[in-house]
Every structure is written in C-alpha cells, then in structure tokens.
C-alpha cells in the first residue's frame, strides 16, 4: 500500500498552519489499491471521533472540513487500516500517532501596538537603582557576577540568586529606551514572589518589595506615559507558586492556602489526584500548582470587582 500524504504540503492540506474558525481545510492523501477512505478528527478532551467520508478519484481520496476554535486531532482509515503520523510526519499505515490541528477565532488587533516596537524587560536583570527596594531574606548576587543555575542539595534549581533589579532602575532607563524608538514595554512578572524570576507568583495584590512599592510602580507607569511608551504586564493567571497565600505549601504564609486543608476557600481552584502532594501543574514543574481554568471563584478573584486586574489598571497599565 502507496501512502502520499505531508501535512506541510498544500496539496495535501490546504492549511499547512493553524485554521481559522470556520475555514474549509481541504485534505488530499493518496492511498494506492484502497477502496474506501475515512478522515477521523478528534476534538481534545472527547474519545469519539468525528468522521468525514472521501470524494474518490483513482488513488486520490479528498475531504473538507470546517471546525470551531479548539484544538483538534486527526488520522486516516482506508478499508480498515489505521494511517498516522510517521517519521518525519508524513503518514504512514498502522501508526497510531494523530496529527494535530488548531483552530483559532480571528480577534480583532489592538491598534494601540499596531505598528510599534515592543521591548520585554525581566526586571530582576534589566537594572537597578541604589537606594531602592527591599532585599529581606533574599540572596543577593553583585551586579555583573555571573548568574546561579546549579541545583541544590536536593537535585533541584531552585531561582533564588537575586541581583537587584526594580522599579526606579527601570525608570532611569527610560530615554535610553525611547531612543531605541520602543513603543511600549512588556514587563515580566513583578507581583510578589519566591523566586527571580516570578513566574510562581505569591500574592496577585502585592508587588515584591524588592523591586520597589506600589508608588515606585505607580511612578514608573506615569514616567512611560509621558514619554509615549505604553506598559503591559505579564499577569501569570494560569497558575500562581506553591508558595504563596493561595497554595501555602510551605506554611509561610500563615493562610488558609489549598495544600494546607481542603476546607480552604482556595482548594477548588486547584486539581488535586492524591491530596496534598499530587496536583495538576505547569509541565509538571511543582512549585507552578496550575489554576483550574473553570474556577468561577479564580476568575471573579482575578477579574471581578475589587480584583487583581481592577488593582493595576488602577495603577495606569495598559494591558
């Protein structure tokens, strides 16, 4: 049995990339000596597939399909042969592998960035000011020493050299900045945190008192503003740090956090399967507990009134 078909070939899907919400894709797989083609797709999270029947012409068997946003996937069977993903992906009898396929719904595009230069700050590296933010409780590295990423004792790397990185730092770099003709500013994590680099956030309502205070930051976004540079933070709502006033996994917050007691008005925003030590996270990366992404009471935490996203808009933030 002849098997043609590359999914990077627009002869053989239409759209070599991601679809669009409702776009026909159209698939062509040459299948020598077969009678009967089907396509099944499967939508994530759903066991059953969806099935197409061919248009047949000779050895070429063609379909057409259009799909709602999501993610999907998608293999082949001609008279009861299954046809996968093979090396190199092209398609091959008896692989069990699907092929996967996105689909997105086309948005419109924010024209306050159209056009402009976005420059990504990671504010523990980008600069510091003297004077300026809380080092408490934090190893502190020189500015220009070289930075750690050796694991500890327990075999794990654990992000905790600092070197001082804030708000004001930021601020002093503003002309330099605006001479590279950036436009606005993407900052990686400031909320408070265990880490550098902040992405286990531990409290959504504070912003780490190593890079300053909310005036710092208040001051920060106002100074971007006058020189006609917008600012967008990186909110990390996806998951937030074991360590934190939400997960508490250590007790240093001294919180009613979901790893401590089920009873605690955050457990449900988390998926447990073997309580406390087993949970969902970020590429199984522990010390990221995800965020159950149906979770009303997260979402309302996060974007409802009096919430995270209310806080820092109220700051000036632009996104």
Known sequence: MLILYDPLDENCKSVTGAA??????????????????????FKDGISEPTEYRAERSSDF???SVSLKRGLYFYRFVADG?????GKGGLATAYSQEKYQLTVYKKEPFPTT?????????????????????DASGRKMKKWGDTPDYLPDENGKITNDDFFGGNFEGIRRKIGYLKDLGVTSVYLNPVFKARSNH??????????????????????LVGSFHENGISVVLDGVFNHTGDDSVYFDKYGNYGSFGAYRSKSSRYYKWYSFTDYPDKYASWWGIETL????????????FIAGDGGALEKYLSFGIDG
């Open 20 to 41: 669009e919400e409702n776009e026909p894709i159209r698939f062509c797989i040459r299948i020598s000596g077969a009678e009967n083609c089907v396509l099944l797709v």
């Open 61 to 63: 068997f063609r379909f």
């Open 81 to 85: 042969t299954v046809i996968g993903r």
């Open 113 to 133: 960035f159209y056009g402009g230069i976005m420059y990504q700050i990671f504010p523990d590296r980008f600069s510091r000011a003297e004077g300026f933010g």
């Open 198 to 219: 902040r992405y286990d956030t531990g409290d959504y309502f504070s912003v780490d008192p190593l890079l300053g205070s909310e005036e710092d930051f208040k001051r």
């Open 289 to 300: 507990p995800s965020v159950r992404k149906d979770c009303a009471d997260f979402h309302e």
